[in-house]
């Protein structure tokens, strides 16, 4: 074989062999981390961070080689009543001058269904890292349905919803337990390149 025929074989291989895994970014317009509480069992109260930062690495072929870095802004913090968000804030729960950022990686991904899998990882929260797992359901893969009207929307996309929950008083953040914290995402992530 010569080194051309070579060359052109390589090439081929590269060609007709499928990625192994797509990488995908968060859309910030339809990103949501919401968390829920317990207000000394009176009522359920909701807050939700509204800068997120995620990259995915899907492997389609194996979904549980995939894995998950997320980022929120601690600081992005919003429950729609502007003295709950400043206390929130302060050193009393997220003291997020000191700690502006949570983070997520996750470290295993368990397929538990066509569309649905438990994704766990490493949460950290006010200088605390804990392991949390997530119930994830995929839904949607594939071309975004706006993307014959809109340009931003042509492309690969996917789109998943997960719960989990935490004991916030774990993580350092709060005087006291107000209970378990919910946590509902919905995001819709865009293929990167």
């Known amino acids: 074989m010569t080194l051309k025929s070579m060359i052109a074989a390589v090439a081929l291989t590269f060609v007709v062999t499928p990625a192994s895994a797509q990488t995908y970014k968060t859309d910030q317009g339809h990103t949501e981390v919401r968390f829920g509480w317990s207000h000394a069992g009176v009522s359920n109260q909701h807050g939700e961070f509204t800068k997120v930062d995620g990259t995915l690495d899907l492997n389609a072929e194996d979904v549980e080689a995939s894995t998950l870095n997320v980022t929120i802004e601690t600081n992005s913090l919003a429950s729609g009543f502007g003295p709950l968000d ?49 119930q994830a359901t995929l839904t949607h893969q594939g071309e975004h349905p706006l993307g014959s009207a809109i ?13 989990g929950e935490i ?25 990167d390149g």
Do not use: N, Q
């Open 86 to 134: 400043d206390h929130l804030k302060s050193a009393d729960f997220f003291e997020v001058e000191t700690y502006p950022e949570i983070t997520f990686v996750s470290t295993e991904i368990k397929r538990t269904g066509d569309t649905t899998a438990d994704v766990t990882g490493d949460l950290t929260i006010h200088g605390v890292t804990k392991p949390v797992t997530l």
């Open 151 to 163: 340009e931003y929307y042509k492309g690969d996309w996917v789109a998943f919803s997960a719960t």
């Open 167 to 191: 004991d916030h008083t774990e993580f350092g953040v709060g005087p006291f337990s107000t209970g378990p914290i919910t946590i509902m995402i919905d995001t819709e992530m865009k293929a």
